[in-house]
């Protein structure tokens, strides 16, 4: 492309002082900023990166479909929600004018096994349009990509084992809430420990209905199975409230989390495959205490055994840095909703993102 990248960003909160950051020093141009909050209005995009002025000031999400219709972005990256449904309106706009887009959502990284319904129905509008869709962000990379390279030195596996946490206070409410942070033990056990015994066919049924909220573990190992080219027979969640001995003040959830009540949740998804592997996956995302740090820790079980630990990862910024150096690979890609397993690998790029798109 011997032009900028044109870039919308639809939702300017916590995650989009790095996105937007990114992207423009990548190359990208950034033509227009969005979101639903009032609050964030009339601020220039420069406030937001801790830069100077930008010229381009955030505006209400009413105006969102204009920039797209007259702007005519090659790009749309949607930083707000944690799942598909959540996002699906702005997707859906997106796609009605041929516009890419791609989410931190984590859902979004492979709704396929979630949100199967609403997914066909995204890629074939876009389909239609032109334009493709996807996920992309921490999960990609260091549950997905990393993992499946990891496993192509392998002589043997049996099963893997992966472990990683997060603070919610790092990404804002609707993670915090997703996670359960701050329910008391009754609460907890309503809204997710009451559905831990639900067999593969329930789990999926009570998924269809609302009931039950797939992990980001439930998608990323989809993710995992489809990369490597296994057939799931069984998938199953555990919810675990994750609980601290003292009182946590939480400033997303501008709260007091009591002792012994939910500063979160781990969540334990375990996949059976045909091919005899088996996959167990954590992902603990709660209101840290000041013993607490980010983790991403995986074990492969066979021949040979294999481990690989990333204590503090710098979780935030590497979800906004993998997610815009899959820019390029967006826009190359054939339409639809195409998952990053259908992509190439990530690259780190030392020219501006243009010169990478075909």
Request: glycine share 8%; proline share 4%.
């Amino acid at each position: 492309m011997n032009r900028k990248v044109k870039i919308v960003q639809f939702g300017c909160g916590k995650m989009s002082k790095y996105l937007m950051r990114y992207a423009l020093e990548k190359g990208g141009e950034i033509i227009g900023a969005f979101d639903m909050n009032p609050a964030l209005e009339g601020k220039d995009i420069g406030e937001i990166i801790e830069s100077e002025n930008k010229g381009i000031k955030v505006q209400g999400a009413d105006n969102f479909e204009k920039c797209l219709k007259e702007g005519k972005p090659d790009v749309c990256i949607v930083a707000t929600r944690s799942t598909v449904e959540e996002i699906s309106e702005v997707y859906k706009l997106c796609a009605k004018h041929g516009v890419n887009a791609i989410s931190t959502c984590e859902e979004a990284l492979y709704p396929w096994n979630s949100s199967k319904e609403l997914t066909k129905e995204l890629d074939k509008l876009a389909k239609e349009n032109n334009c493709t869709l996807t996920g992309s962000g921490y999960p990609d990379m260091y549950w997905g990509v990393l993992i499946d390279t990891l496993a192509g030195s392998l002589f043997k596996i049996n099963k893997i084992v992966g472990v990683s946490s997060y603070n919610v206070e790092d990404y804002g409410i609707a993670l915090a809430e997703g996670h359960g942070a701050g329910l008391n033990k009754k609460d907890f056990e309503e809204k997710f420990g009451k559905y831990n015994d639900l067999s593969y066919e329930e789990t999926l049924k009570a998924i269809e209905e609302g009931k039950v909220i797939p992990s980001y573990m439930w998608n990323q190992n989809g993710w995992l199975c489809e990369k490597l080219g296994l057939t799931i027979t069984s998938q199953t969640q555990k919810s675990i409230p994750v609980t601290n001995k003292k009182d946590l003040k939480s400033s997303t959830l501008n709260m007091t989390v009591k002792a012994g009540d939910a500063t979160g949740t781990e969540f334990v998804v375990t996949t059976e495959t045909k091919e005899g592997i088996t996959l167990e996956t954590h992902n603990l995302g709660y209101v840290y205490g000041p013993e607490n740090f980010d983790m991403n820790r995986w074990t492969f079980e066979g021949e040979p055994d294999t481990n690989i630990i990333m204590d503090n990862p710098d979780t935030v910024r590497l979800t906004c840095s993998n997610l815009v150096n899959r820019i390029p690979a967006l826009i190359n890609a054939e339409p639809g909703y195409i998952t990053t397993d259908k992509m190439p690998n990530p690259l780190y790029m030392v020219k501006d993102m243009n010169e990478y798109v075909k």
